[in-house]
């Protein structure tokens, strides 16, 4: 049972240009997404949050959509800059003490 | 740096071996939680210790255990392993006992990367 989806296993970008990550979640009781950003051996590390009281939080050139009628957060970068390539984790939490994460999207940004 | 220290990073054991992963939380965290990421798998919510104290359970297998010592630091046991198991363990810290707001944010360690053989 994935609870929280990312359907795009990974995503091309041009350096300057946007980047757009996408997350879809199932379950109405999550009350706070996160994203992750996580290069190779490391560990994730948190890039931006945002509560379901709100619809965006922007953070520099990071923002975070929440749309929760349609159930689905996206994850913007502008612009996008070649250190920006890693593995995204969406994130959701709400209901239950833990954080369900996605599976991820890895993002290229070529220069 | 996360401030949180996994050991070991890696190790590589066989079939049917027990191993103990050990984390040691970032200083001032009371929450320590456990993820399992394997190919191309997500991250695995395992479980949860708050203070000592099991706080939430995910999908954790029998043949696994963890706990929380009274200095914070967590160990989780895997026994009568598989070649299944093979996979990232990650182990996260929080301030709080759940993950919402300004405390909401996990802070991982870099993994401790086991291999069955």
């Known amino acids: 049972d994935q609870q929280v989806k990312q359907n795009s296993p990974s995503l091309s970008v041009q350096e300057g240009r946007i980047s757009i990550l996408n997350c879809d979640y199932t379950?109405?009781?999550?009350?706070?997404f996160l994203w992750y950003k996580k290069y190779p051996a490391e560990g994730p590390t948190f890039l931006i949050s945002?509560?379901?009281?709100?619809d965006k939080n922007e953070d520099g050139r990071f923002t975070v959509f929440l749309n929760k009628s349609a159930k689905h957060l996206s994850l913007h970068i502008v612009p996008s800059q070649p250190g920006d390539s890693a593995v995204y984790f969406c994130?959701?939490?709400?209901?239950?003490?833990?954080?369900?994460f996605g599976t991820g999207t890895r993002l290229l940004v070529s220069p | 740096d996360s401030g949180v220290t996994q050991t070991p990073k890696h190790l590589i054991t066989a079939t049917g071996q027990r191993v103990t992963l050990r984390c040691s939380p970032r200083?001032?965290?009371?929450?320590v939680y456990w993820y399992q990421q394997s190919l191309d798998q997500g991250l695995q919510f395992l479980i949860q210790?708050?203070?000592?104290?099991?706080?939430a359970k995910g999908n954790i297998l029998e043949r696994f255990s963890a706990q929380q010592f009274p200095d914070l630091h967590s160990e989780l046991n895997l026994s009568s392993l598989e070649l299944g198991d093979s996979a990232l363990y990650f182990c996260?810290?929080?301030?709080?006992?759940?993950?919402?707001?300004?405390?909401?944010?996990?802070?991982f360690g870099e993994g401790s990367r086991l291999t069955v053989l």
């Open positions: 996260a810290s929080s301030v709080g006992p759940s993950v919402s707001g300004t405390t909401g944010e996990l802070f």
């Open positions: 379950n109405s009781m999550f009350d706070y």
């Open positions: 945002i509560s379901s009281i709100k």
């Open positions: 994130a959701a939490s709400g209901g239950f003490q833990k954080l369900v």
């Open positions: 200083s001032g965290d009371l929450s």
């Open positions: 210790y708050y203070n000592g104290e099991e706080r």
